[in-house]
């Protein structure tokens, strides 16, 4: 039945029968051990992402797999060529980063009195080959009493594609249009779907309690900063030029670069940052900033995990730990003396800040606390870095946030994904303590260039929203006064 449609990707069962050399012999044991490990590995990604019941369906073209191909179940349905027999439809393959995929099958106006309806998930792994399908038998009889609904789902694995298909046998069903959606799908479209219908949920919501005043419905802007994450509108803004001309970079569509506009733009408007002030930067990497403050006559402690821990291994092979003044030195941003001057490096675990670190004007970090272990331990930090503070201190820092649940995220592990109410949660706590939080906006933009959501393998330009397993984040900017 399956090999009647003629394609090689929904005769899985066929394609992977067992070879007469067994994989299982002796000589090729190694291999089938290394080939079972490979599967188990993925299968534990694809399960710790958590599941996706907060995600919203996406629209599949019903027919996508064979366009030129009509399918019978549709009255005059169009097609270049004629009909295959029991074909009823077949989507095109969609990706997936791991956790469950759901199809949702709508028969409209359905109608029949005998036969019935096969519906398989099809798969095909990293490397094309076919999976087992996941099949199910519907009669005329249970499709008529669900009203033509039918949903699928499975465990879906990394780097894994699916699509569904049905087939009639021996039947008479009709409809008049078939609408197919899916959940766990990671598309192009599936992002932007997503990001779409968080822009008009979660993210949109007012503040409650004491955040009514706190949560705020505006257009981030770097003339006026507030809490905000990165949007494609401040790139545009004279401020944004102005600061990438102080950092001589040339303006790019990057998040990273935004980062530090951000963080010296909020420190200058919040009158931080000044000649004489002192300032304490966690995790800098090698990134300009200890040179800029410096140049502009601030006194620096820059700050970066040990070399010689372990956690800083990725850093080091990425060559982007400072682990010396040497490597957070930029000698096109700051006069060598008066960088010597005015930067001192002291090795820092941010899980672990010394308490004589203190009396700071400012305090600031780019993408750092989420390398922490977990949310809670970045929020942690978070509320520790103000005890670094002289009354009245800024604290700037910048992280990821999840564009696309206010739920099920990354929250533990070498990088985690904060949520909406994770900062809530941390403005709540420092509220309680007596800082000022700045006011916070969750707009994330509304240009075209807000809408590209960069895929791996990243690019450099643009890349404000990138895709990071099945969610998309992009930086956001939390800044806070000490209490006085």
């Known amino acids: 039945m399956l090999n009647a449609l003629g394609s090689t990707a929904i005769s899985p069962i066929i394609m992977n029968a067992p070879s007469t050399n067994s994989p299982f012999a002796a000589t090729r044991f190694p291999s089938a051990v290394r080939l079972f490990a490979n599967r188990l590995k993925r299968r534990w990604k694809s399960l710790k992402i958590g599941n996706r019941d907060d995600e919203i369906g996406v629209p599949l073209e019903p027919l996508a797999f064979w366009p030129e191909r009509p399918s019978t179940m549709l009255a005059n349905a169009p097609g270049d060529i004629g009909a295959v027999e029991g074909y009823a439809f077949h989507t095109r393959y969609v990706g997936s980063t791991g956790g469950r995929i759901s199809f949702r099958v709508v028969l409209n106006d359905l109608s029949g009195s005998k036969g019935y309806l096969?519906?398989?998930?099809?798969?095909?792994?990293?490397?094309?080959?076919?999976?087992?399908?996941?099949?199910?038998?519907?009669?005329?009889?249970?499709?008529?009493?669900?009203?033509?609904?039918?949903?699928?789902?499975?465990?879906?694995?990394?780097?894994?594609?699916?699509?569904?298909?049905?087939?009639?046998?021996?039947?008479?069903?009709?409809?008049?249009?078939?609408?197919?959606?899916?959940?766990?799908?990671?598309?192009?479209?599936?992002?932007?779907?997503r990001v779409e219908a968080a822009k008009r949920g979660f993210l949109s919501a007012p503040g409650e309690g004491v955040l009514a005043d706190i949560i705020v419905q505006r257009p981030p802007s770097l003339?006026?900063?507030?809490?905000?994450?990165?949007?494609?509108?401040?790139?545009?803004?004279?401020?944004?030029?102005?600061?990438?001309?102080?950092?001589?970079?040339?303006?790019?569509?990057?998040?990273?670069?935004?980062?530090f506009v951000y963080i010296i733009r909020s420190l200058a408007h919040h009158g931080a940052w000044?000649?004489?002030a002192?300032?304490?930067?966690?995790?800098?990497?090698?990134?300009p900033l200890s040179s800029i403050f410096a140049h502009a006559g601030c006194t620096i402690v820059a700050t970066d995990l040990h070399a010689d821990d372990h956690r800083a291994d990725v850093w080091n092979n990425t060559n982007q730990l400072g682990a010396d003044l040497q490597k957070i030195y930029h000698p096109r941003l700051c006069d060598g003396d008066r960088f010597l001057r005015n930067v001192s490096f002291r090795p820092v675990d941010m899980n672990a800040?010394?308490?004589?670190?203190?009396?700071?004007?400012?305090?600031?970090?780019?993408?750092?606390?989420?390398?922490?272990?977990?949310?809670?331990?970045?929020?942690?930090?978070?509320?520790?870095?103000?005890?670094?503070?002289?009354?009245?201190?800024?604290?700037?820092?910048?992280?990821?946030?999840?564009?696309?649940?206010?739920?099920?995220?990354?929250?533990?592990?070498?990088?985690?994904?904060?949520?909406?109410?994770?900062?809530?949660?941390?403005?709540?706590?420092?509220?309680?303590?007596?800082?000022?939080?700045?006011?916070?906006?969750?707009?994330?933009?509304?240009?075209?260039?807000?809408?590209?959501?960069?895929?791996?393998?990243?690019?450099?330009?643009?890349?404000?929203?990138?895709?990071?397993?099945?969610?998309?984040?992009?930086?956001?900017?939390?800044?806070?006064?000490?209490?006085?």
């Open 118 to 193: 096969l519906v398989s998930i099809n798969g095909l792994d990293h490397n094309g080959q076919p999976l087992r399908p996941i099949l199910r038998k519907f009669s005329v009889g249970e499709l008529l009493k669900a009203n033509g609904r039918i949903e699928l789902s499975t465990t879906a694995l990394a780097e894994h594609t699916y699509a569904v298909m049905g087939t009639l046998v021996d039947s008479d069903v009709l409809a008049r249009d078939i609408t197919i959606t899916v959940k766990g799908a990671d598309t192009d479209d599936a992002y932007l779907a």
């Open 223 to 259: 003339e006026f900063p507030i809490s905000q994450m990165c949007t494609a509108s401040q790139l545009s803004e004279k401020q944004y030029w102005k600061i990438c001309r102080l950092m001589k970079e040339k303006p790019t569509s990057h998040r990273k670069q935004w980062e």
């Open 274 to 276: 000044r000649a004489g």
């Open 278 to 287: 002192r300032g304490l930067g966690f995790g800098v990497g090698e990134e």
């Open 353 to 484: 800040i010394p308490e004589d670190l203190t009396d700071f004007d400012f305090t600031w970090s780019s993408c750092a606390y989420e390398h922490l272990g977990s949310i809670e331990a970045g929020l942690t930090f978070f509320e520790k870095s103000l005890e670094c503070l002289a009354p009245g201190g800024l604290a700037v820092h910048t992280t990821e946030i999840n564009l696309t649940s206010n739920d099920n995220t990354l929250d533990e592990g070498n990088t985690v994904l904060f949520r909406r109410r994770d900062f809530e949660e941390l403005a709540r706590r420092l509220i309680a303590q007596g800082h000022e939080v700045m006011p916070i906006t969750f707009d994330s933009g509304d240009k075209d260039l807000d809408r590209v959501i960069d895929l791996p393998p990243y690019a450099n330009d643009p890349h404000l929203k990138l895709a990071l397993m099945r969610w998309v984040s992009t930086s956001f900017g939390l800044t806070v006064r000490k209490r006085r």
